[in-house]
């Protein structure tokens, strides 16, 4: 049962750490794993809450910290379909993180209770999982002792990526109904995405090998997991990055982030002209494709390119199905690089959205189309199908046998597609799909267009709150007067383009800029990082 002593008791054991403020922010909480441990308590708490409310629904926790630092940790919360927590209850998870003592956190819980009209009495299930950090262990049994003194039913879902534990709260939470998800086991997901795929690349020609940098994280045991289970008579892919065992080597100089912040491939890696390369974060979220050109020069297919490549085929698919009727929008955040939204407006000629930074932004916004297909330019992103485009996909009736089979390879890509959150290997499987089809090296991708050369620089400021923005981030309200400054700077550069943002996960301020060439990008990120300063 759900007791207030109950939970006192426990919490003896999980004091808050005296003199830190946490915030639930973008990426839930996130910072030194040392300092996480009331945080999971109460997190655990938030979560049972949250379930009650929601009258016993399956709320999922993963214990991650993404691309982060392997000493780093962290924690976010599923909503029932997979989503990520509602906002408003981020809230409740802040103020419950900063209560200082028992008393503080009794009280918390018992507004949010009354808030919410909680019964506590009703049942409540939570799932929950981690990646391959050395600190989750401890982190898990925080979490449990606070499952457990509140009388809440779990389940310890393992190792898993982040996709594979929203992919889990999904289906246990629509099994049974219309509207099923898939079967809630690791191994249901794995045939969810293999079959699909077999039957999207199914008397096609095959690839060749695809080096996949796993950034010494869960996607390596996972991604040669999915492997099996697809056969490697089908795909073939040549893992590295591996070592999950290995002390310090997590993110460490490989990896998604790696790949896309400093534009260039991990040290140490193989991949030469003529090969195909892949990176995920630490979790198995993101995704970036890249390859070295014939005159040595390093090329990356990031967010936005998958964005296009994925925009451009589903378009031609309903087409080709005679389905014109679902509508394909794109939405994409200010990092988007110029000539990728260029390229979707005026070739693809598909409806472009922008949001602030951020999934819960992305995918919000991607919910308002047919056919919604997201991605931010650091790889993370999915595609989203409503309900009545997947009605009108799974009721139609092709009139030619080419219509037939482009419906047959629609409804492929819908369960090949994680519609709970981007995923690296389900958006992995999707780029190789549209690959395959076209008999596509990534170069012939890459000649959709050409991305503006762009600039990325942290500033470190006294106070990076006094930095409001608007229209997206894309303008600074406050400080007061220091967009016209940024606007004057920018039009002296050909296709000049700069913005600035707080960042929602670290101490400091983000600068953006591109423009024609790689030296105006480079002075115009370095003047307009001279103003902020
Ligand atoms: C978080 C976000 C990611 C965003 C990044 C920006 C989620 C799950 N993750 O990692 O989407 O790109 O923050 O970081 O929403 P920044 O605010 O430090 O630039
Ligand atoms: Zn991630």
């Given at each position: 049962?759900?007791?207030?002593?109950?939970?006192?008791?426990?919490?003896?054991?999980?004091?808050?750490?005296?003199?830190?403020?946490?915030?639930?922010?973008?990426?839930?909480?996130?910072?030194?794993?040392?300092?996480?441990?009331?945080?999971?308590?109460?997190?655990?708490?938030?979560?049972?809450?949250?379930?009650?409310?929601?009258?016993?629904?399956?709320?999922?926790?993963?214990?991650?910290?993404?691309?982060?630092?392997?000493?780093?940790?962290?924690?976010?919360?599923?909503?029932?379909?997979?989503?990520?927590?509602?906002?408003?209850?981020?809230?409740?998870?802040?103020?419950?993180?900063?209560?200082?003592?028992?008393?503080?956190?009794?009280?918390?819980?018992?507004?949010?209770?009354?808030?919410?009209?909680?019964?506590?009495?009703?049942?409540?299930?939570?799932?929950?999982?981690?990646?391959?950090?050395?600190?989750?262990?401890?982190?898990?049994?925080?979490?449990?002792?606070?499952?457990?003194?509140?009388?809440?039913?779990?389940?310890?879902?393992?190792?898993?990526?982040?996709?594979?534990?929203?992919?889990?709260?999904?289906?246990?939470?629509?099994?049974?109904?219309?509207?099923?998800?898939?079967?809630?086991?690791?191994?249901?997901?794995?045939?969810?995405?293999?079959?699909?795929?077999?039957?999207?690349?199914?008397?096609?020609?095959?690839?060749?090998?695809?080096?996949?940098?796993?950034?010494?994280?869960?996607?390596?045991?996972?991604?040669?997991?999915?492997?099996?289970?697809?056969?490697?008579?089908?795909?073939?892919?040549?893992?590295?990055?591996?070592?999950?065992?290995?002390?310090?080597?997590?993110?460490?100089?490989?990896?998604?982030?790696?790949?896309?912040?400093?534009?260039?491939?991990?040290?140490?890696?193989?991949?030469?002209?003529?090969?195909?390369?892949?990176?995920?974060?630490?979790?198995?979220?993101?995704?970036?494709?890249?390859?070295?050109?014939?005159?040595?020069?390093?090329?990356?297919?990031?967010?936005?390119?998958?964005?296009?490549?994925?925009?451009?085929?589903?378009?031609?698919?309903?087409?080709?199905?005679?389905?014109?009727?679902?509508?394909?929008?794109?939405?994409?955040?200010a990092?988007?690089?110029?000539?990728?939204?260029?390229?979707?407006?005026?070739?693809?000629?598909?409806?472009?959205?922008c949001?602030?930074?951020?999934?819960?932004?992305?995918?919000?916004?991607?919910?308002?189309?047919?056919?919604?297909?997201?991605?931010?330019?650091?790889?993370?992103?999915?595609?989203?199908?409503?309900?009545?485009?997947?009605?009108?996909?799974?009721?139609?009736?092709?009139?030619?046998?080419?219509?037939?089979?482009?419906?047959?390879?629609?409804?492929?890509?819908?369960?090949?597609?994680?519609?709970?959150?981007?995923?690296?290997?389900?958006?992995?499987?999707?780029?190789?799909?549209?690959?395959?089809?076209?008999?596509?090296?990534?170069?012939?991708?890459?000649?959709?267009?050409?991305?503006?050369?762009?600039?990325?620089?942290?500033?470190?400021?006294?106070?990076?709150?006094?930095?409001?923005t608007t229209n997206a981030e894309r303008q600074?309200v406050?400080?007061?007067?220091?967009?016209?400054?940024?606007?004057?700077?920018?039009?002296?550069?050909?296709?000049?383009?700069?913005f600035?943002?707080?960042?929602?996960?670290?101490?400091?301020?983000?600068?953006?800029?591109?423009?024609?060439?790689?030296?105006?990008?480079?002075?115009?990120?370095?003047?307009?990082?001279?103003?902020?300063?």
């Open positions: 049962a759900f007791t207030f002593e109950n939970i006192v008791t426990a919490s003896a054991l999980h004091p808050k750490p005296q003199n830190i403020q946490f915030t639930y922010g973008t990426a839930g909480f996130r910072m030194k794993a040392s300092l996480l441990d009331s945080i999971m308590f109460r997190v655990g708490l938030i979560a049972v809450l949250r379930s009650k409310k929601l009258d016993g629904s399956v709320i999922g926790v993963m214990i991650t910290a993404s691309h982060n630092p392997e000493e780093d940790n962290g924690v976010k919360l599923v909503d029932p379909r997979g989503e990520m927590l509602e906002q408003s209850w981020e809230v409740y998870a802040t103020s419950l993180a900063n209560a200082p003592n028992d008393d503080a956190l009794v009280e918390t819980l018992e507004r949010i209770i009354a808030q919410n009209k909680i019964d506590v009495n009703k049942p409540s299930n939570i799932l929950y999982a981690y990646d391959t950090r050395p600190s989750g262990p401890a982190l898990v049994a925080s979490l449990e002792d606070a499952i457990k003194a509140a009388g809440s039913s779990y389940t310890n879902f393992g190792l898993k990526t982040t996709p594979q534990l929203h992919y889990g709260v999904r289906c246990l939470n629509t099994q049974g109904t219309n509207d099923a998800y898939g079967e809630p086991t690791e191994i249901g997901y794995y045939n969810k995405l293999a079959t699909a795929f077999r039957q999207i690349v199914s008397d096609k020609q095959r690839l060749s090998p695809l080096y996949v940098d796993c950034a010494n994280g869960v996607g390596a045991p996972k991604l040669r997991e999915l492997i099996e289970v697809i056969g490697e008579d089908i795909i073939s892919v040549n893992i590295v990055n591996d070592k999950i065992g290995v002390e310090g080597a997590l993110n460490h100089n490989c990896g998604a982030d790696y790949v896309k912040t400093g534009q260039r491939l991990p040290p140490g890696s193989t991949v030469t002209s003529g090969d195909r390369a892949a990176s995920f974060d630490g979790d198995a979220d993101r995704l970036v494709y890249y390859y070295v050109d014939t005159d040595g020069t390093f090329r990356l297919l990031d967010g936005d390119k998958i964005a296009g490549l994925s925009a451009m085929f589903i378009m031609d698919l309903v087409q080709a199905a005679g389905v014109d009727s679902i509508k394909v929008g794109v939405v994409q955040t990092y988007a690089n110029g000539n990728s939204t260029t390229y979707l407006t005026k070739v693809l000629k598909v409806p472009v959205s949001v602030s930074t951020g999934v819960k932004h992305l995918h919000h916004e991607a919910e308002k189309y047919d056919v919604g297909v997201y991605f931010e330019a650091n790889g993370h992103g999915t595609v989203l199908f409503s309900a009545e485009a997947l009605q009108t996909i799974r009721t139609a009736k092709g009139r030619t046998p080419a219509q037939t089979t482009a419906i047959a390879q629609l409804r492929a890509l819908t369960d090949l597609i994680n519609q709970t959150v981007g995923d690296a290997l389900s958006d992995m499987l999707l780029v190789e799909a549209i690959l395959t089809h076209r008999q596509w090296s990534l170069k012939e991708w890459d000649q959709a267009y050409t991305d503006l050369p762009n600039r990325l620089v942290k500033v470190v400021v006294a106070n990076r709150h006094i930095f409001k600074l406050e400080p007061a007067g220091l967009q016209a400054d940024i606007d004057a700077l920018v039009a002296k550069y050909t296709s000049g383009r700069s600035v943002r707080a960042s929602g996960t670290e101490d400091a301020v983000r600068v953006y800029a591109e423009a024609a060439t790689r030296a105006e990008t480079d002075e115009l990120a370095f003047r307009v990082a001279e103003l902020v300063f």
